[in-house]
C-alpha cells in the first residue's frame, strides 16, 4: 500500500509541478493537442467510411435477404470502429510521446535540474532518439495487444468477465501505460526496455498507483490532453524514486573543482 500511495504522490507532485512551470506545460500541451487532433480527424474519418469498407470487404454477403445482411454488416462495422477506437485508446500515449519527444525529453530534464542530481544527457542525434522511441513503443504496444486479446476473450466469461476482467484490465493499462511515460527519464539514464521492466514489476505497487488514476482519467475526452505533461513530470519524480541517482563530490583531499561523476544503477 505504501508503494501505491507513493505511485499517486508522484502523479501528484509532476501535475503541481508543470502548474508552477508554466512554460513546461505549454510545451508538452502541444504534441498531446496536435496528437488529439489528429485522432479525432481519424475516427470521424472511419466512423464515415465503415460501413463503405465493410461492404467492400464482404462482397458474398451482397444476395443476403434482410434483415440478414443489415445485420451482419452492421456488427462488423460496429467491430471496425470499435477496434479503431481501441486502438486509438492504447497508442495515443505512445504516438504523443513519439511527436513530442523533444518536447518532453526537455520536461523531464528540467525535472532532474530542479531536483538535483541530474543525469547528464544521453547526447544522441535526434533521428537516434526518435527510433529508439519508437521502436521501443512498437514493442510495448504489441504486449499491450496481446493483454488485450486476452482480456477481450475472456471478457464472455460469465460473471469473471463483467467483475474480474474489466478491474485486471485497467490494472494492465496503468501499468504499461506507466512504463511507456517512464521512457522519456529512463532513456536519458539509458536504461533499455528489459531493464525498465523488471525495475516497475519489483514495484508494482508504485507502477498501478502512478499508471492506473491516468487510465481512469483517460476515458475522459481531452483530459489526456491536458494531464500529458504533468504526467511526463511525475515519471520523472518515479524514475528518480526507482533510481536515485548519486554523484561523487570533491576528492578526499577537499578538492571543490573535482567535475561530479555518475554513477546510475539497475538495481538486480
Do not use: K
Not at 124 to 136: H, M, T, V
Not at 164 to 178: E, Q, T
Not at 222 to 247: I, K, N, Q, S, W
Amino acid at each position: 500500500m505504501r508503494d501505491l500511495a507513493a505511485g499517486i504522490r508522484h502523479l501528484a507532485h509532476g501535475q503541481r509541478w508543470v502548474a508552477r512551470n508554466g512554460g513546461a506545460y505549454g510545451i508538452g500541451l502541444l504534441p498531446a493537442l496536435i496528437t488529439f487532433v489528429g485522432y479525432v480527424a481519424a475516427l470521424v474519418a472511419l466512423a464515415f467510411w465503415a460501413g463503405d469498407l465493410t461492404a467492400w470487404a464482404t462482397p458474398f454477403a451482397d444476395g443476403w435477404g434482410s434483415p440478414w445482411q443489415g445485420l451482419f454488416r452492421g456488427l462488423l462495422t460496429a467491430v471496425l470502429f470499435g477496434g479503431g477506437l481501441l486502438l486509438a485508446v492504447l497508442s495515443f500515449t505512445a504516438v504523443t510521446l513519439l511527436v513530442g519527444d523533444p518536447f518532453y525529453e526537455a520536461i523531464s530534464g528540467r525535472v532532474d535540474q530542479s531536483e538535483g542530481g541530474a543525469p547528464p544527457a544521453p547526447g544522441l542525434p535526434l533521428c537516434r532518439e526518435l527510433f529508439r522511441s519508437a521502436r521501443d513503443s512498437l514493442r510495448v504496444l504489441l504486449r499491450v495487444a496481446a493483454f488485450a486479446v486476452v482480456l477481450f476473450a475472456a471478457g464472455f466469461i460469465p460473471v469473471i468477465g463483467q467483475t474480474v476482467v474489466p478491474v485486471v484490465g485497467f490494472a494492465v493499462s496503468g501499468f504499461f501505460l506507466a512504463l511507456e511515460l517512464t521512457g522519456v527519464p529512463f532513456q536519458r539514464r539509458s536504461v533499455p526496455l528489459r531493464d525498465r521492466l523488471r525495475l516497475l514489476r519489483g514495484r508494482m505497487g508504485l507502477a498501478l498507483g502512478f499508471g492506473v488514476p491516468l487510465a481512469l482519467a483517460f476515458l475522459v475526452p481531452l483530459v489526456a490532453v491536458f494531464l500529458m505533461p504533468g504526467a511526463v513530470a511525475g515519471a520523472t519524480f518515479l524514475v528518480r524514486d526507482l533510481m536515485p541517482y548519486e554523484e561523487s563530490g570533491a576528492g578526499d583531499d577537499g578538492d571543490e573543482g573535482q567535475d561530479a561523476t555518475p554513477s546510475v544503477s539497475v538495481p538486480e
